[in-house]
């Protein structure tokens, strides 16, 4: 009868505007520091050839602010398409991992909202959202919600840091020096105390890291994220067997 009762309970995961709404509005603390380093995204797509309009239309269509940094340094007059695919294909098969640890919400939705709240995953809103599924709650339209914001404040600083690139340029042509260009890793750091759950979970983590840091030395690309990914995962699997 217990497993037959918990499929009853997780059967009752609904998709509703009060959560959409929900979740957009817990999200918009970490929507500000995207916002940060989506305005160095726009300033270094110009920098790197692109015009206003092409960086805008990449962050509307590709949605994948670590995949476009990357992109950025293979962009060239001659596009090396290879590269670039191969590239965003390994730092964003960590969504992989991501959308399998949502499963208990979204097998119970219809498949259509599912795949549209996964276009706008990321990794500040499924941080947000795992929380949220882990407390108990059952409304998946929170994924949706608060991956709407991130894309509504990455959006729109693309379209600042891109158009106001000349003046960008001019004044502020290094963004290090505002310490512009650490806002990725510390939007980062900060969803890790998403996922602290006790000391049982650091040697998970030791092991994640550990892991991501030799593939980060032998192999070529970030092909480290996989394996750090997949390595806590199997950790944190057999811990909890």
Request: glycine share 10%.
């Amino acid at each position: 009868m217990k497993p037959k009762l918990q499929f009853q309970e997780k059967s009752k995961v609904k998709f509703s505007r009060e959560g959409m709404f929900d979740g957009f509005l817990k999200c918009v603390p970490l929507g500000l520091g995207v916002f940060v380093y989506g305005i160095v995204f726009g300033m270094l797509a110009v920098q790197a050839g692109m015009t206003p309009f092409q960086a805008q239309i990449m962050s509307l269509t590709v949605f994948a602010g670590a995949a476009q940094l990357m992109v950025l340094e293979l962009w060239a007059p001659q596009l090396p398409v290879l590269a670039l695919f191969l590239t965003t294909l390994a730092v964003n098969m960590r969504h992989l991992l991501m959308g399998a640890a949502m499963r208990d919400w979204l097998v119970h939705i219809p498949p259509g909202k599912s795949y549209f709240s996964l276009f706008f995953m990321t990794d500040e809103s499924w941080a947000l959202s795992v929380k949220e599924m882990d407390s108990g709650k059952k409304d998946a339209g929170f994924l949706l919600g608060s991956g709407l914001c991130i894309y509504s404040f990455w959006n729109f600083a693309t379209f600042v840091g891109s158009s106001t690139s000349f003046w960008m340029d001019k004044y502020l042509a290094d963004p290090a020096v505002l310490g512009l260009d650490f806002a990725f890793t510390i939007v980062f750091i900060a969803l890790l105390t998403f996922f602290w759950r006790g000391k049982a979970q650091i040697p998970v983590w030791m092991i994640a890291a550990a892991t991501a840091l030799l593939a980060f030395t032998l192999f070529p690309g970030k092909w480290y994220i996989i394996f750090g990914g997949l390595a806590g995962g199997i950790a944190g699997a057999l811990r909890n067997a």
